[in-house]
């Protein structure tokens, strides 16, 4: 059987707090499943929506790999704070990627660490 799974990735440099990280993976959970393909979105929900939560150094970093998730025909959700809270407007904070076959997501994800 085929596994699906979901990638956020969230910067590490920002030094989020534990609320604050938990609603940015939120957003990208959400909004990346949002881009899916309506047939792999409902075998990954069927599968229990797996999720990995994983990091990069800073923006740019985010930037190289959203690059590369839209050029393997991944979708993608960059997201962007409000800047109400932690951090200043506008601050870019976290990328969805997927879902999608984890296969397909290694091919991109696979070199980076958990938080």
């Known amino acids: 059987?085929?596994?699906?799974?979901?990638?956020?990735?969230?910067r590490e440099d920002l030094k989020l707090s534990r609320g604050k990280l938990a609603v940015q993976v939120a957003h990208a959970a959400v909004s990346a499943a949002d881009h899916a393909d309506s047939g792999v979105r409902r075998r990954?929900?069927?599968?229990?929506?797996k999720k990995i939560v994983l990091q990069v150094?800073?923006?740019?970093?985010?930037?190289?790999?959203?690059?590369?998730?839209?050029?393997?025909?991944?979708?993608v959700s960059?997201?962007?704070?409000?800047g109400l809270?932690?951090?200043p407007p506008n601050t870019i904070t976290a990328l969805g990627i997927g879902p999608a076959r984890s296969d397909q997501l290694d091919a991109v994800t696979g070199e980076l660490c958990l938080v």
């Open 44 to 49: 990954w929900k069927d599968g229990g929506q």
């Open 1 to 10: 059987m085929t596994e699906y799974k979901q990638c956020i990735i969230v």
């Open 85 to 87: 809270t932690e951090i």
């Open 57 to 75: 150094k800073g923006i740019s970093e985010l930037y190289e790999l959203k690059m590369d998730a839209e050029a393997a025909g991944l979708p």
């Open 78 to 82: 960059l997201i962007t704070d409000a």
